[in-house]
């Protein structure tokens, strides 16, 4: 497009403000070298390598032949709101009617519709960090302001207490994390979340936006506890989740969110105008989800566990990668800041949008940078990927900073 065309056809001011998606991005590059025949172990986008489940493939045949063909209610059919209600009291002890339920066109969908529901312009609203990458660009959209903490390295990524409080102002409207976490692959544990929820309580203007889809990926001894199962603040607890990951159900885009009802009402007002209904077909097969057998989900979690153990084994052979070990998810996130300032005689790396562009262009491995995720010091690797792939992929970046001087 010429500059004369440009120039008179310009974007609104909010969409030249956003960043593009990191992951997106990166995956978009990937797939360019691999058109042109390159080997490219993409390693970058957070999608399950497994296929959906038989016995939900077939729930949305079964809709599509009983002839669910039509609009769906906005805020999604009654069986699905209601199985969700239940999956939220059985597994997450958070107790929502089907009224407190919003189904919307994936868990990222779910996120955008609360945030511009909550917020108003110049409200605060605080991001645990490392986030995943469309929080704040999300944030900028409601034109609020975004206040990022920082986790640290030696805390396995995880937000105190103390500094949450710290955070807090009288212009301060949600605060917003994941656990476990992308793309840290943190769980917060039941007593960390219980001290969090003590912040919020003390301050009764305060929303908490909870992403938990990665819920069922989840490592630790202990389980996964929601923090909005805490009495004090379940009011003021918006819990997002989704069918994606635990699930493999990627594509078939379908999120939630369980809030109380005045919150679900504004979303549901809010989707009525820019979205409508999720897919019909899509909608009654993640009720087969939710209300069938749990042993495919928890034969994937036992796969990302053993190779969550062979990645980040291999990367804790890598002179100057600092690993720790994820508790959840399926990402390695190790830091990689040893490596900035130097060069394999052509490229210096001065960040890690050099380090993720350079092994890609050079190793021909798709990672993410981590700064778009907060984190300019890391580098994020999916392990949802088979054991020969992780191997040779982790092989060749091994092989390529060896040449960094």
């Not at 691999?34 to 957070?46: F, K, W």
């Amino acid at each position: 497009m010429s500059a004369t065309l440009e120039a008179i056809q310009p974007l609104a001011d909010r969409i030249n403000a956003l960043e593009e998606s990191s992951t997106l991005a990166m995956t978009k590059k990937a797939r360019e070298l691999a058109a042109q025949g390159h080997a490219v172990i993409s390693l970058s986008v957070g999608e399950p390598d497994f296929k959906t489940p038989a016995h939900i493939c077939d729930a949305a045949k079964k809709a599509i032949d009983d002839g669910f063909h039509g609009y769906s209610p906005v805020a999604g059919y009654p069986d699905l709101r209601k199985a969700i209600a239940d999956k939220l009291k059985r597994d997450n002890n958070i107790n929502w009617k089907p009224e407190n339920i919003v189904v919307s066109t994936g868990a990222k969908h779910s996120l955008a519709n609360v945030i511009s529901t909550l917020v108003n312009p110049g409200e605060e609203v605080i991001i645990f960090a490392p986030y995943w990458v469309s929080y704040s660009e999300m944030v900028k959209l409601a034109e609020g302001h975004t206040i990022v903490l920082e986790g640290a390295f030696d805390n396995d990524f995880k937000v105190t207490p103390e500094q949450f409080e710290a955070a807090i102002t009288d212009r301060t409207k949600v605060v917003m994390f994941a656990s476990p976490n992308n793309p840290t692959g943190s769980v917060y544990t039941e007593a960390e979340l219980r001290a969090i929820g003590e912040v919020v309580a003390r301050h009764e203007n305060l929303y908490v936006l909870a992403d938990e889809i990665y819920e069922y990926i989840n490592f630790t001894d202990e389980g996964h506890f929601s923090i909005g199962s805490i009495p004090g603040i379940h009011d003021r607890v918006i819990t997002v989740n989704g069918v994606a990951k635990g699930y493999a159900m990627t594509g078939w885009r379908v999120g939630y969110i369980g809030a109380a009802k005045w919150i679900a009402d504004g979303v549901e007002k809010l989707q009525g105008q820019v979205t409508s209904g999720t897919n019909s077909i899509a909608q009654k097969a993640t009720v087969a989800a939710l209300n069938g057998p749990m042993e495919p989900t928890l034969a994937m979690t036992e796969a990302y566990k053993r190779r969550r153990d062979l990645v980040v084994g291999l990367l804790k052979d890598i002179p100057g990668f600092k690993v720790n070990t994820p508790t959840g998810a399926f990402y390695a996130f190790p830091d990689i800041s040893a490596y900035y300032g130097t060069s394999d005689g052509t490229t210096t790396i001065n960040d890690s949008d050099d380090f993720s562009t350079w092994l890609l262009e050079t190793a021909y491995v798709a990672t993410v940078a981590g700064s778009g995720f907060g984190a300019p010091n890391c580098l994020r690797i999916s392990t949802a990927a088979s054991d020969e792939n992780l191997v040779e992929a982790v092989g060749r970046i091994k092989k390529a900073v060896a040449t960094l001087k």
